[in-house]
């Protein structure tokens, strides 16, 4: 016979129940969808295995609802972080950065990641800059090379209209 969970007796059954169904973030519903299930007799194995997570981190979820209560379910939010010393770029030269990738880059094509090195070693005066650091800020700005899709040189254009039209 397995071996059913002891859970402290923060909340009631149905409270459980209504704390998973009304939860907004889907950790903390899985972790209060894994509570309720084990305040219905079931045990800590087979609660993670309906919900897929693993047996430990269930097993830690437990714990911590039965030591902390609600403050060990809630979702713990992580503040904004803040820069790195050591970064190439600080915070405005950051966002100048971002505001100059919906532009042309410097030479007219699209921004790469040896562009995006030059253009920071430009503006903070290093003598070197890696491309894979340019790549890396592209990256950081969520951008995405937006070049049309390569055409065939003997594509005929009327033609493929007509078999996209059948």
Not at 61 to 75: H, L, P, R
Not at 121 to 139: C, H, I, P, S
């Amino acid at each position: 016979m397995t071996r059913i969970a002891h859970l402290q007796p923060h909340y009631p059954d149905s409270e459980l129940k209504n704390r998973y169904l009304q939860a907004t973030e889907r950790v903390e519903a899985r972790r209060w969808h894994l509570l309720w299930l084990i305040s219905q007799r079931k045990s800590i194995k087979e609660a993670a295995a309906v919900i897929g997570i693993n047996y430990d981190y269930a097993k830690s979820i437990v714990s911590s609802y039965n030591q902390q209560g609600e403050k060990g379910i809630i979702k713990r939010k992580q503040g904004f972080r803040k820069r790195p010393s050591h970064a190439l770029l600080n915070a405005e030269q950051l966002e100048e950065l971002r505001l100059s990738l919906p532009e042309e880059s410097p030479d007219k094509g699209i921004w790469t990641g040896p562009k995006v090195a030059a253009w920071i070693a430009k503006k903070t005066g290093k003598e070197k800059v890696w491309a894979q650091r340019g790549w890396d800020y592209l990256k950081a700005c969520r951008y995405s090379p937006q070049k049309p899709r390569p055409r065939h040189q003997k594509g005929d254009e009327i033609e493929q209209e007509e078999f996209k039209k059948n």
